[in-house]
């Protein structure tokens, strides 16, 4: 069951040789495909390990491992476009919870995907580590939506117990 151009649409980055990875925020690089099994509810993640982006105040770098979770409608994110989306990020200067959200909303408004989650696991910096949560759904899926809020808000609360 091969893709014919019509579904591929308009994939240029894959097999492409890259020779400058953008510099500054570009939502503008994603591209989309077709998805082949429309009407079906299944879930799609990447492990993004390596994201990179600035402090806003300081200047100095933060790194985090990045998880995008999406349950596709028509159209799924090409994963070399997401790769250099997310390298885009290397010179933005944003809170880790702004960069989760510009990262959700980028990706809902690309895809329009039945439901989506962005979490980022940003290393330690000053002896504080940052795990923020983003997550976006159609109306039909807003409770999926809401539950995954509770239980990332229940983990959350649950580490927060003091130690006995």
């Keep these: 069951m091969s893709r014919n151009d019509d579904q591929l649409g308009d994939i240029t980055l894959l097999g492409a040789s890259v020779k400058e990875y ?3 925020y570009c939502p503008g690089i994603l591209q989309t495909f077709v998805n082949k099994h429309p009407g079906k509810e299944y879930v799609v993640t990447f492990n993004c390990p390596e994201f990179t982006s600035l402090c806003p105040i300081t ?3 933060d790194f985090a491992r990045i998880v995008i979770s999406y349950m596709p409608r028509k159209r799924m994110v090409e ?3 997401l790769k250099l989306y997310l390298f885009s990020f290397r010179n933005h200067g944003d ?12 990706l809902f408004r690309l895809m329009d995907p039945l439901y989506l989650e962005v ?19 159609d109306a039909e899926h807003e409770e999926l939506a809401a539950t995954r809020r509770r239980e990332m808000l229940s983990t959350a609360l649950s580490m927060s117990k003091p130690y006995n």
């Design 79 to 81: 994963s070399k476009s």
């Design 59 to 61: 200047g100095q770098p």
């Design 119 to 137: 979490t980022g696991i940003f290393t330690p910096r000053g002896g504080i580590a940052i795990y923020p949560f983003a997550n976006r759904s």
């Design 95 to 106: 809170f880790h919870e702004d960069c989760i959200n510009i990262i959700a909303d980028d």
């Design 22 to 24: 953008p510099t500054d």
